[in-house]
């Protein structure tokens, strides 16, 4: 249908969602929130409707309610409505918290959506995050990162953390109630209490409210890079011993990750050594099956920049070369971001891997090959993406790891993790399956 | 009452009448903006055809990607930032995207969709339009879409309809001769229904519903005459076949059950001047089993109480908006429940009273409960003593919670030869094995 250099000003992104689904991606992972949308009828459809396929763990139906702003209350009134509307939601849905966002078009007339939230908070008697601008914001990432930061926002920090070493762990990327979202949580918390420590509120993990304001126990935080924030800012906004690191995905990385943790958190530094080497040395020799079989393939990497650099770093570990990788965000640092993350654990992008950043969906149709490729021809052996729109592309005959939001056709109903040493094992055998077409 | 956006009630400008003004009234549509609409339809009808969303980047948010959902890169953005909106370049985006479409896409009709921010700087689309499409030789349609205001889902369709209706009639040419065959609006009436209508000597042209290739649409001009399941969900194109092109619209029931797939070939049978005898000879061998099937269940299902589930869907689907919702609901009747309507939306008095002129016009006389919310939904199926659900399946959390088994609306096949199916599918709700 196309030809080359069409300006990617006017394409559709493979992600053409912004903030606006991005926050109501957050308040789906705060179990007890609900997302009021200032806006007319339409913006629902940016929200709810992208996850219909992707979470069947959660209806999301009942977290989303909105204003349906007439033109006449745009032009005289609005606050009024939406004051009306979110007493009205908290009555029939007695949320403990509410995430209020307004669409790029009402934003543009000057709308103040944080004094209505505070106004609105003053009426229903739960927390109200005011997410100004984020409708506007690059990608869903933006608005996924503007609800955690507002909830960290509302923390008192000032209170002490409890006894005994507890960390928080901010920014992680929770997508839907299913099984791998809570394996990979749980291997998280079995690798933090390798080190004594207790991993307490996970922001965002599906915890209520509650849980998650009650995150000044911890002595220390943990960022990760869907959060949005630098170590300087999060050890400011928490007054806590604060890092961001790197998805633990893939030994190094992992690794890692139980580094920065056991820093943050002063654990005895031969106790972290003790523990990395007796699981990284459980993982090894299980992967060491793995590379049998993968090592000398090829990988194509279509993903958020964090995925992307855990996975390139998972392929290093397997023998897998990676001539393409895709970076599907616009805010989570592009090809520099990329080289910071594989940095962390001494790993730099390979000369021979060629980088896209925030392609065209036009784009990303064009280099999965032809259609159905002769034997041999494709042009990689195995692929790692969401659900994005490639039907009729080459792409669809490339074996594939389905990963990341959104992932339609790859659910959970196994606790198979992604992450942690047990993760990159579980990832491991995922892109045997999709190598073999058995599952 | 303030609520999550289900039951504010306005004028619509395109309807007049008394039944259009209940219709509209009774609220038994969910409603949506007309660029989510389009986008919806676009995007699963294949074509040669691009789509260009004219606003800011969060308005192509309404797409749906995924290998399910073909055809998005067909969309494009006009992306307004504020400095474009501030400045009012919004129509010199628009040409710009509309002359990269034009020059490197060459699709043969882009049709382009205003948002609220385009409405809101008061961008005259037309103009647009009309000048891209005399520079390039391409067609290009322009259509409002703001959100903000009272859209049904019937609006969108009939909308939707028109524009292809457009996009495939060539008016410089001489009409296309008729086919001498039917054209199926908005549905499909599945392979056993189509295989009759070839045998009884209605065939069928094409059955034009939601993701029908745009090849398939253009068999709409040449067609000797169109099924429709409620010609008040298409009352543009009605208007449009009938009196721009002389041809004929037939109002049928949807063909599901046994009681739809009779009347739906009575329709046809009287409407297409088929002979009814011969046509009864070929069709009774089909309908007998069917019957038999249903008696059979009536001994097990008759008197069960059914929550049949009204206003709550919003998937474009004209077999779910057809009839007030009500397409159905003779499915469960003729097997013997009694049915309760559990419809969505407020209870105001001049909403219940539309309801019920909407409803006994229909010649529906089942009592009517409603609920406000979608997390109301399962204490009023208990409240109601629902022994079954028949709703949109993202209430399946809220009935199964309640404990009440449930059947999500539109997987009841359709023809004679699925009754039984259909029949085995509500046992298995029900819990009983097969």
Known sequence: ?439 | MPTDGIDKVEAHPHLGSKEQAQRIAARLDQVMCTLEGMATLFAQTPGDFAVVVHGDRDCLGVVVQGMAYPGTERFFGTQLGEPDAVAGHGATRLGECLRAICQHVRPRVVFVIGTCLSALLGEDLEPVARQLGRETGVRVVALEGAGMGFVSQAEILDRHACLLLDSVEDSKREAPRPSGQLCAVGFDPGPEVRRLMSVIGAPLSAALHVGAPLSDWARLPSARGHLLLDEALYPQLASALRERRGQETIEAPFPVGCGGTRGFFDSLIQRCGLNSDEAGAIIGPEEGPALEAVEVARRRLAGLRIGFNLGSKKNLDSRTLARAGLVDLQVFEELGFEPVLLVQGDDSPSRMDALEGILGGYGCGAPVRVFSDTVFFGALCRAEGCELVYASDHLREEAEAAGIPFLPIGVLEPGWGRVRANIGRILSALGEAQ
């Open chain 1, 1 to 439: 249908m196309s030809d080359s250099g069409f300006p990617g000003e006017f394409a559709i992104p493979p992600l053409a969602h912004t903030g606006l689904f991005g926050a109501f991606l957050g308040c789906h992972a705060i179990s007890d929130a609900i997302q009021v949308l200032h806006t007319g009828v339409g913006c629902k459809g940016k929200t709810q409707v992208h996850l219909v396929e992707h979470d069947l763990g959660r209806e999301a139906h009942a977290k989303v309610g909105w204003t349906e702003l007439t033109e006449a209350e745009w032009i005289q009134a609005p606050l009024v409505r939406l004051r009306e509307a979110a007493r009205e939601l908290c009555r029939r849905r007695r949320p403990g918290g509410i995430v209020l966002t307004t669409s790029t078009a009402v934003e543009y007339t000057g709308v103040d959506l944080e004094a209505a939230a505070e106004a609105v908070e003053g009426e229903v008697g739960v927390p109200v995050l005011a997410l100004p601008g984020v409708a506007s914001s690059p990608d869903l990432y933006s608005g996924y990162s503007a609800v955690v930061r507002a909830l960290l926002g509302r923390v008192d920090w000032s209170r002490p953390p409890a006894e005994g070493l507890e960390a928080a762990l901010a920014g992680y990327f929770f997508h839907r109630y299913e099984h791998e979202q809570a394996a990979n949580l749980a291997e998280l918390r079995r690798l933090a209490e390798g080190l004594g420590v207790n991993l307490g509120p996970v922001l965002l993990s599906g915890e209520p409210m509650e849980a998650l304001l009650a995150a000044h126990h911890a002595s220390a935080v943990l960022g990760l890079p869907y959060l949005g924030l630098d170590d300087a800012a999060l050890g400011r906004l928490t007054m806590r011993p604060a890092g961001v690191v790197g998805l633990p995905l893939g030994l190094r990385a992992t690794t890692r990750w139980l580094q920065a943790l056991g820093g943050l958190l002063g654990v005895e530094p031969e106790r972290v050594r003790r523990l990395i080497e007796r699981e990284e040395g459980r993982a090894s020799s299980r992967l060491g099956l793995a590379r049998r079989v993968l090592s000398g393939r090829s990988l194509a990497i279509i993903a958020d920049t964090p995925l992307v650099a855990g996975f390139m770093l998972l392929a290093q570990e397997l023998g897998l070369t990676c001539p393409l990788v895709a970076l599907l965000d616009r805010s989570l640092g592009g090809e520099e971001g990329l080289r910071a993350l594989l940095d962390q654990v001494g790993a730099r992008i390979p000369v021979t891997t060629k980088v896209l950043v925030a392609p065209s969906l036009l784009e990303l149709r064009d280099l999965g090959g032809p259609l159905e490729p002769r034997a041999g021809a494709a042009p990689f052996d195995l692929v790692v993406r969401p659900d994005l729109g490639l039907a009729g592309t080459g792409w669809a005959s490339i074996p594939t790891v389905e990963v990341g939001f959104p992932a339609r056709r790859k659910h959970f109903v196994f606790p198979l993790p992604e992450l942690g040493y047990a993760g990159a094992v579980a990832l491991a055998g995922r892109l045997m399956d999709a190598l073999f077409e058995a599952h």
